[in-house]
């Protein structure tokens, strides 16, 4: 009894037709090798790669996140995949010798089918962060499906298992690194109005282009471009960046008008605390490697930031403040109840936007940014722990009061999300609010504990972490070196005493009006 065998038969006019069209004309060597790099491809999801490869090289902060997300539900499939479905396969597989050439023979079983696990969770996962890049993905990955199957690669029901998988893998994926969502951050609009700059006019900016990867002197020439009447000072090597932000912000209260300031998180900061002072509108231009502020505050693109300056559209938001003292804390309530100012005039006050961080953070997010967009912020983050952990020494400290042993302690400007010690995002400027986290350091097993959440993506739940959701907190360090930093800038201290508090809506931020829509 003769057992019936599918054949290879390329469909009509379709795309199939011109490929085997176009590897015959190349040459029989030629072919081949093209044949051999497709197998090689689909075997080892190397097609995924290449698709990661592409969509971050187009630029775009949401491609960029897709791709590392969809890498991320890949390595999970591949895992799956080869510790638990194939050791545990028993059933043969469908019919193989009507194989195309293009694929491999495969020589194991294989449940779920693997090809359409990695497609499904690669297309799931991409879609998750940014639909319309998903729609891109979609049309291959679905290709690749109906081909497996329609040439009986794959049973019917090991095509629904990996497709199962696959979403299953880009669901868990979630669980160490949240989707952010679309709308920017929420806050309240100004007591005074901005003024509405129409052109830039009354617009002083000042420019660092050393602040990113991606920007040069052309951001500068974007933006007088897009405001021709605005004056704009590049910051050149030797400059005083300081000086340039608050000549501008003295011009641009002379002129009625508003500071702007474009660069990474660093130069933003500057300018925030120079508009603190002088108590004018800052525009906040994103032109930095990440961008965190620019992107919380809903200034995607410089266009996002230029509607907003014309039509004088703006909100307000809290900076937080991280006062520094030398002397340690005086045990006494009226010392504890004073203003942080009339503590100790010698002391320093620090601003930030963003985040505050004390011990090996700061070296914790080096390490990680380092390696971030090469692997990917989860993998990269638990990399850069491990790194840390095996070289640092926690810090003896006493928080409000109390003595404890610590690794790092971060405080967030506002609540942000996931709970764990790698803040993504916030959902409010102006909640008054200050996220503090601490990964303790005198438990049992504290380092193999804290790897261990990490890596199951428990940590909120570990007793290693503690967190609190303040208005002040009063920190001392009795023993260490205690590493601060503002913003992601690591600074050299000698202070032993720290208190962290808010000045509650103390900037005016230009966004544009439809950022606000989202929220309603």
């Known amino acids: 009894m003769k057992r019936s065998v599918q054949r290879w038969k390329v469909p009509g006019p379709g795309p199939g037709k011109r490929l085997a069209a176009a590897l015959d004309l190349a040459g029989p060597a030629r072919g081949s090798a093209v044949k051999r790099a497709l197998r090689t491809a689909i075997e080892h999801d190397a097609v995924w790669l290449g698709a990661a490869t592409a969509l971050g090289l187009s630029g775009d902060r949401s491609a960029r996140r897709a791709a590392l997300r969809g890498l991320g539900s890949v390595a999970i499939v591949t895992a799956v995949n080869h510790t638990l479905a194939k050791p545990a396969a028993r059933s043969a597989r469908p019919v193989l010798d009507g194989l195309p050439a293009l694929f491999p023979r495969p020589r194991t079983a294989s449940l779920p089918a693997s090809p359409i696990a990695a497609a499904t969770a690669f297309t799931s996962a991409v879609v998750m962060e940014s639909p319309r890049h998903g729609l891109a993905v979609l049309p291959f990955a679905a290709g690749l499906a109906y081909a497996r199957g329609q040439k009986g690669l794959d049973h019917r029901g090991r095509s629904a298992a990996g497709a199962l998988i696959g979403v299953g893998a880009a669901l868990l994926t979630c669980r160490w690194w949240p989707v952010k969502p679309a709308a920017a951050a929420a806050a309240a609009p100004p007591r005074r109005p901005a003024p509405a700059l129409k052109d830039g006019q009354g617009l002083h900016v000042v420019v660092n282009p050393s602040s990113g990867v991606a920007w040069s002197r052309d951001a500068a020439d974007t933006l007088r471009t897009l405001l021709p009447e605005a004056s704009i000072t590049v910051f050149e090597p030797g400059d005083d960046l300081v000086a340039l932000l608050d000549a501008a912000a003295q011009r641009a209260v002379a002129d009625g008008g508003a500071l702007g300031v ?233 202070y032993q005493r720290l208190v962290l508090d808010k000045l509650p809506k103390a900037l005016t931020l230009y966004r544009p009006a439809d950022q606000d829509q989202w929220l309603r």
């Open 262 to 494: 474009c660069g990474g998180d660093g130069t933003v900061n500057a300018g925030s605390v120079t508009a603190a002072r002088h108590q004018v509108p800052l525009a906040v231009f994103p032109g930095g490697t990440f961008n965190h502020f620019a992107v919380d505050l809903g200034n995607v693109t410089l266009e996002d930031v230029t509607r907003a300056i014309g039509s004088g559209d703006a909100v307000t938001a809290d900076v937080g403040r991280a006062s520094a003292y030398r002397q340690p804390v005086a045990a006494t309530k009226a010392t504890q109840d004073a203003p942080a100012e009339e503590i100790d005039a010698r002391g320093e006050q620090p601003l930030f936007l963003n985040t505050f961080s004390i011990g090996v953070y700061s070296d914790l997010v080096h390490a990680r940014e380092l390696l971030e967009k090469r692997i990917g912020k989860w993998p990269a983050l638990v990399i850069g722990l491990a790194k840390v952990l095996a070289t640092g020494t926690p810090l003896s400290v006493v928080i409000n009061g109390r003595p404890r042993r610590i690794w790092l302690l971060f405080a967030g400007n506002g609540i942000y999300h996931p709970a764990g010690f790698a803040p993504t995002y916030r959902t409010q400027l102006d909640d008054g609010l200050l996220d503090v986290r601490a990964v303790e350091a005198g438990t049992p097993l504290a380092r193999t504990r804290l790897l261990l959440a990490v890596l199951t993506g428990t940590l909120h739940n570990s007793r290693v972490l503690t967190t609190a959701q303040v208005r002040r907190l009063e920190l001392e360090v009795m023993e260490g070196d205690p590493h601060l930093a503002y913003d992601g800038e690591v600074t050299d201290t000698t």
